[in-house]
């Protein structure tokens, strides 16, 4: 079965650029979506069809897929961002959808 | 947007049944296709199965197979999922999200603790 491979971490300051990774062979050759899920709450969908927004969601939040690996990229870091993020893909091998172990960021 | 409400938090005994709810409201899940998913406690999101109701369709993880039952009911725009056999692993938060098959989860219901004793 197809498995998304995401680091456990991601900590940076205030301000910066956070650049999460979801690695998956030959990923680039399916829709990659993103959810932000705060402690206590449902999962929310920040960026679907590897790069497209939902209505209400920030322009800093942005999606890009290429070769093995998505990225999710979230420009100028809040203290509001910190949450965990999760990849998802759908195998249409398998006909089921399928989710990376998630990401916590941590905003110092 | 449709708005997902699911039953409340359920103690159950090991061996025994569990069964959640998924309400839709201010839209429909009928040709959106309906998921269920869980997180263990600390652990990510874990797809269990799902259906789309339209297609009458419906895929289940291997791991869960025979063992979960997802239906809709059309009537009352309500999802149900059925876990048998319960363990002390199946103590998770059981969420339902609407999409997939194969776009994406844009709607999840607020979630429901399952708390397994043995």
């Known amino acids: 079965s197809y498995v998304l491979t995401q680091p456990p971490s991601v900590s940076l300051a205030p301000g910066q650029t956070a650049r999460i990774p979801c690695g998956g062979p030959?990923?680039?050759?399916?829709?990659v979506h993103w959810y932000q899920q705060k402690p206590g709450q449902a999962p929310v969908l920040v960026v679907y069809?590897?790069?497209d927004r939902p209505s209400g969601i920030p322009e800093r939040f942005s999606g890009s897929n290429s070769g093995n690996t998505a990225t999710l990229t979230i420009n100028r870091v809040e203290a509001g961002d910190e949450a965990d993020y999760h990849c998802?893909?759908?195998?249409?091998?398998?006909?089921?959808?399928?989710f990376g172990g998630g990401t916590k960021l941590t905003v110092l | 947007q449709v708005q997902l409400v699911q039953s409340g938090a359920e103690v159950k005994k090991a061996a025994s049944s569990v069964k959640v709810s998924c309400k839709a409201s201010?839209?429909?899940?009928?040709?959106?296709?309906i998921s269920w998913v869980r997180q263990a406690p600390g652990q990510g999101l874990e797809w269990m199965g799902g259906?789309?109701?339209?297609?009458?369709?419906?895929n289940y993880t291997p791991k869960f197979q025979g063992r979960v039952t997802i239906v809709a009911d059309k009537s009352t725009n309500t999802a149900y999922m059925e876990l048998s056999s319960l363990t002390s692993e199946d103590t998770a938060v059981y969420f339902c999200?609407?999409?997939?098959?194969?776009?994406?989860?844009?709607?999840w219901g607020q979630g429901t603790l399952v708390i397994v004793s043995s």
């Open positions: 999200a609407r999409g997939g098959f194969p776009g994406a989860f844009d709607s």
């Open positions: 201010g839209g429909t899940f009928y040709n959106h296709g």
């Open positions: 259906l789309i109701p339209i297609f009458d369709k419906r």
């Open positions: 030959n990923i680039e050759a399916k829709s």
């Open positions: 069809d590897d790069s």
């Open positions: 998802q893909i759908w195998d249409g091998s398998s006909d089921q959808a399928v």
